[in-house]
């Protein structure tokens, strides 16, 4: 294959040393050889890399980093600069996203079942292998999602990996066209799950303590807003809860109709206070939601770019990439933090 690599040797990344307090600047610029490509693999030019709470927890060592030091960042949008041996159906220019998933083994039952998002052995981007907090990484040619020429790098990397979980989220509910979903909590995976929904003619109720996030659930056309617990007008068929607190699953489990479920987007959950059987009784279900596949992310990514679904990204330069991370832990980003290499 041609390549369009011209300086090849070293490039500006931000790098972990070791985690630390965000305040403290764990995160350092440094110029770091150009990582090298290997078989199956893709190198590319990193456009724009949103921020995730992910990547403030891996910086803060509240998800200890697979290596050290690890280049952060796991919502890429770039440009395909060489294409390492092996690699079919990608050229020098393609347009493409990396996200959180890296890799998985192919050979467990559940990579074989295509829920490689439960592989014990699956890889993950900006963790066990650096990211894209830098202005070029590589990433299994497997794993890259192509997304179109034309696409904005910097309202496409806020959907990497919020809008995908939310879009999985949404799947694991079992929601179906036209039907009452609820969504319980408004931050960014769910501003961006509400659009596929209304893509779907659902009607959709949101239940947020915030009344900031109530308006703008209103204004994305939320047909009903109120807090967790605010009696809602009609039974749900389905409802997805994005707020770690586990009192707020059993907000969304009274409020369900029978057969319906309730899908937890939330990797840390403290506890789920005891509740009644009667609430779960009549095949109601909880089901939790873990990462996502390869499927999820071009599927989310395809039906993106044709709704299509407005982000809010907030642009900062990669060298600001301690500030942008305290801005999300401080709540005071208006959107998603998007770190910009060039
Ligand atoms: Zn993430
Ligand atoms: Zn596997």
């Known amino acids: 294959m041609t390549s369009l690599r011209d300086n090849i040797g070293s490039m500006r990344a931000a790098t972990l040393p070791a985690p630390g307090p965000i305040e403290s600047s764990p995160l350092a610029m440094a110029e770091v050889p150009e990582p090298e490509l290997g078989p199956g693999e893709l190198l590319f030019t990193v456009d724009a890399c949103a921020i995730c709470r992910t990547d403030l927890q891996i910086a803060e060592g509240d998800i200890q980093p697979r290596k050290q030091p690890v280049v ?13 041996p092996g690699v079919t159906g990608w050229a020098p220019g393609d347009r493409a996203g990396v996200a959180w998933l890296a890799g998985a083994c192919g050979e467990c039952g559940y990579c074989r079942e295509g829920r490689e998002n439960l592989c014990e052995e699956a890889t993950f981007t900006g963790w066990d292998r650096d990211g894209g907090f830098a202005e070029r990484m590589t990433a299994h040619a497997d794993y890259a999602i192509p997304l179109p020429l034309d696409a904005d790098p910097i309202s496409l990397a806020p959907l990497l990996c919020g809008g995908v979980i939310g879009y999985r989220s949404l799947r694991v509910s079992g929601i179906q066209p036209g039907q009452r979903l609820g969504l319980y909590g408004f931050g960014a995976s769910a501003r961006l799950a509400i659009q596929v929904a209304l893509s779907w003619g659902c009607e959709v109720f949101v239940a947020t303590r915030s009344e900031a996030e109530q308006q703008r659930a209103r204004e994305l056309g939320a047909a009903w807003t109120g807090g967790y617990d605010t009696p809602m007008p009609a039974r749900l068929h389905a409802a997805v809860t994005f707020a770690p607190a586990g009192d707020v699953v059993i907000s969304a489990l ?19 206070p005891g509740f009644d059987y009667d609430w779960l009784w009549r095949e109601r279900s909880l089901k939790s939601v873990a990462n996502f596949t390869r499927a999820d992310a071009r599927e989310f990514l395809d039906l993106a770019v044709t709704i299509p679904i407005t982000t809010d990204p907030v642009s900062h330069r990669l060298t600001d990439v301690n500030e942008a991370l305290r801005a999300l832990k401080n709540g005071s980003l208006p959107g998603t933090g998007v770190l910009i290499p060039r």
């Not at 890429?76 to 294409?83: I, P, T, Y």
């Not at 009274?254 to 789920?272: E, F, M, Q």
């Open 72 to 84: 952060p960042g796991h919502q890429v949008v770039g440009r395909v600069v060489a294409a390492g």
């Open 254 to 272: 009274k409020a369900l109709a029978p057969g319906g479920t309730v899908a937890i987007n939330a990797i840390h959950l403290d506890r789920i």
